[in-house]
């Protein structure tokens, strides 16, 4: 007997069935406010890294100015003038009359003592109009002793004594007329004094009114003699500016020739005359520190300050334009042209004045900075381009 075969497992059919795709079923689906959220999202990344890429990349036209490295007496300046180097007591020798020069005893720099003889002039005629002054006063003072003795006498009327007394008077006035001559042939110092000129030579014809050649702004001098402790510097002030002056208003003196070097004074006089052509009104400034460098005639510049500077330590400031502080980041700061490039960096404003701000931090003086960075719109680090 043929052993039966089990039956087929029914489960076969379901199976199948499971694996058919079916039709009616629906994918999900995102939602469409996200997609519309993402979409402006990267719109806008986009959009701020295109703004920073073009700020960054634009290039801006500006114009460029320097952190100064002033003095202490700079930053208390309160006017500042240019004048030259005067001498209040000054004096071109000249002679009284008309000769040559027989002996010169000083050149340029001699510094001479008062009534030192500085030059000598030929004298020969007026020896010779003294020797006959001299023999005519001996007879005058002869006659006059006779009438003197015959009026006496009764010998002589009064007339004739008058005569000879006039006639002795003016012989001897002759005389002393002729030694004045004289002395005016020996030209001294009139006082202590340094000679900055010498305007003759030996041999050379001289008067009071100069020799040819020499013009007559100095009349016939022999030289030029001035007291350097006398000196000072004197300067035209604009007559809108001499209100900000005082008396005996501190200043700092800096002379062109020795630009490094600072002398310190004070305002010695204002001149009571102005310049009508030129709106000026003259000032004197007095050196309190002079020394063997300060010459006449020098350019000088005189700084007026706010405090006298004379005896403190020296010290430097730096300083820029209020107009190119600007802030970043709510900072403080200056933007530096670095090649072509525009830097922002920190610092520490210190107190204004007159269009100038001292930094305190963040700068040593010297650096390039950007002018007006206060009304420019610049990023750290944009390319810039310095006008011409």
Do not use: C
């Not at 001035?226 to 002379?255: C, M, R, W």
């Not at 004074?265 to 310049?275: H, L």
Request: hydrophobic share 40%.
């Amino acid at each position: 007997m043929e052993a039966s075969r089990p039956s087929e497992s029914p489960r076969s059919a379901p199976e199948l069935a499971s694996l058919k795709i079916r039709r009616d079923a629906q994918p999900a689906r995102r939602p469409f406010l996200w997609l519309l959220v993402g979409s402006a999202g990267a719109v806008g990344v986009a959009l701020s890294a295109y703004l920073m890429l073009s700020t960054y990349l634009s290039t801006v036209q500006v114009e460029k100015t320097v952190a100064s490295l002033v003095t202490q007496g700079e930053a208390l300046m309160v006017l500042s003038v240019a004048g030259y180097v005067e001498a209040e007591t000054r004096a071109d020798i000249s002679p009284k009359i008309t000769s040559r020069v027989t002996s010169l005893n000083v050149t340029e720099g001699s510094r001479v003592k008062k009534g030192e003889i500085l030059a000598r002039l030929d004298h020969t005629d007026l020896d010779a109009q003294l020797n006959e002054a001299q023999a005519a006063w001996d007879n005058a003072k002869s006659d006059l002793q006779r009438k003197q003795t015959l009026y006496e006498q009764g010998l002589s009327p009064r007339s004739d004594l008058d005569n000879a007394v006039a006639a002795e008077s003016s012989n001897r006035a002759r005389v002393n007329y002729v030694k004045a001559l004289l002395d005016y042939t020996i030209l001294r110092a009139p006082f202590d004094g340094v000679v900055v000129a010498k305007r003759a030579h030996v041999g050379e014809a001289v008067s009071p009114f100069g020799s040819p050649g020499q013009g007559s702004s100095n009349g016939g001098a022999i030289v030029t003699l001035v007291d350097f402790s006398t000196l000072y510097v004197g300067a035209d002030v604009n007559e809108s500016n001499l209100s900000h002056l005082k008396p005996d208003q501190p200043a700092e003196i800096t002379l062109d020739a020795y630009p490094d070097h600072i002398y310190h004074g004070a305002m010695r006089q204002i001149i009571p005359s102005a310049d009508r052509q030129k709106g000026t009104v003259k000032v004197k400034v007095g050196i309190a520190d002079p020394d063997d460098k300060i010459l006449p005639d020098l350019s000088a510049r005189v700084n007026f300050t706010s405090e006298s500077t004379q005896g403190r330590e020296a010290k430097t400031s730096v300083q820029v334009p209020q107009s190119a502080l600007t802030s970043l980041s709510g900072k403080s700061g200056v933007f530096l042209i670095q090649g072509e490039k525009a830097v922002f960096r920190a610092v520490t404003p210190g107190r204004a004045s007159e269009g100038m701000v001292e930094i305190q931090q963040g700068l040593v003086g010297g650096e390039t900075l950007v002018a007006g960075a206060s009304g420019l719109v610049l990023a750290d680090g944009q390319r810039v381009r310095v006008k011409p």
